[in-house]
């Protein structure tokens, strides 16, 4: 479809990525697949991003991939792009926040889950549909689901691909916040302000470090960071004279 897109737009250090696809409570299209991994390696290379977040235009998040395009995934091979898309997002080094507001389903849940964190409005629904179409769900995202909001009630999810409303999906963990819908940008912003005002030496690290994507050698390297780079010096220093601290530190380029 061509109104069928993902559109960016960078602002106070904060990336807004959009899904887009009118008509289709933003389904995912194959092409939206292919996207999304391009898109990220260009804002993960952008040293003026220090976030990203993940929304949907109108008032959904993302009903899911577009069964438009299932037979084609299914018959050429290609159900794996969206695997490969979810994980991009996830391996992205940069803290990634999901907005999301009505539909997260299918496709959109399983980019939900690969950010680092989701934020609800209050009439955000969840579900994961695979066993109302024949379909196994992928086994990274199956196992990304089990591990964010444990085994129980991943089975739930997938055995009965039931909505949940958000006062389950903050109960089992699928979700970190929810609140009015008038106040979820507000709320975005204010997070996503005071990430990208951290030490990027931390927040960076962290992650990697959580993700487990850090061997010994690399917790090591990290280390050496923060002796060579004065951020932590920079850090006590401002906490000594009550002042805002100013931290310069940024990702090293990739190669």
């Known amino acids: 479809m061509a109104d069928a897109e993902l559109t960016v737009a960078v602002s106070d250090q904060v990336a807004t990525v959009v899904i887009r696809n009118p008509g289709r409570r ?9 996207q999304l991994p391009v898109l990220l390696d260009h804002l993960e290379a952008e040293p003026a991003v220090r976030a990203l977040v993940l929304t949907g235009a109108d008032r959904t998040f993302c009903a899911g991939a577009d069964l438009a395009d299932l037979d084609e995934q299914l018959s050429t091979g290609d159900a794996g792009i969206a695997v490969a898309a979810e994980e991009r997002l ?18 959109g849940c399983q980019l939900a889950v690969a950010c680092d964190l989701r934020i609800a409005a209050d009439d955000a629904r969840f579900g994961v549909p695979p066993a109302r179409l024949g379909l196994v769900y992928p086994a990274p995202t199956t196992r990304r689901l089990a591990r964010l909001v444990g085994p129980a009630a991943a089975k739930h999810l997938l055995f009965t691909s039931e909505l949940i409303d958000t ?83 940024s990702p090293p380029p990739a190669g």
């Open 26 to 34: 933003n389904a995912m299209t194959l092409a939206m697949w292919r």
């Open 90 to 107: 996830a391996a992205f080094a940069k803290p990634t926040v999901a907005a999301v507001r009505g539909a997260c389903v299918g496709g």
């Open 167 to 249: 006062e389950r999906a903050l109960r089992i963990g699928l979700v970190d916040e929810v609140l009015p819908g008038e106040r979820l940008d507000a709320r975005i912003d204010r997070l996503t302000a005071t990430i990208v005002e951290r030490s990027q030496l931390s927040v960076v690290a962290a992650k990697e470090i959580i993700d487990e994507r850090a061997d010994d050698a690399r917790v090591d390297w990290w280390y050496g960071q923060v002796r060579a780079s004065g951020e932590a010096r920079e850090g006590i220093t401002a906490f000594h004279e009550r002042r805002p601290p100013r931290f310069t530190w």
